[in-house]
């Protein structure tokens, strides 16, 4: 899974496989859910991040790895 966040156009981009997408749904107002083409979800996109999401601090947790907290 990949994060990445765009500045110019303050988005994010969730990346959750390496597929491509084949098919967008916006679920609410500037949230989109990308499918590849056997209808698997495979991204997500968030436009007007910083207003939507609290973008300072990332909390992972219970991956299989240790617990790690990262902020800007």
Do not use: F, W
């Not at 749904?25 to 209808?39: A, F, I, P, Q, R």
């Amino acid at each position: 899974m990949k994060l990445n966040y765009y500045p110019e156009t303050d988005s994010l981009y969730i990346d959750l496989a390496e597929r491509s997408s084949a098919e967008s749904k916006e679920v609410s107002d500037g949230v989109v859910l990308d499918y590849d083409s056997e209808g698997n979800l495979v991204g997500i996109d968030i436009d007007n991040a910083s207003k939507k999401l609290d973008l300072k601090t990332l909390v992972l947790s219970k991956l299989p790895t240790e617990t790690q907290s990262l902020s800007a």
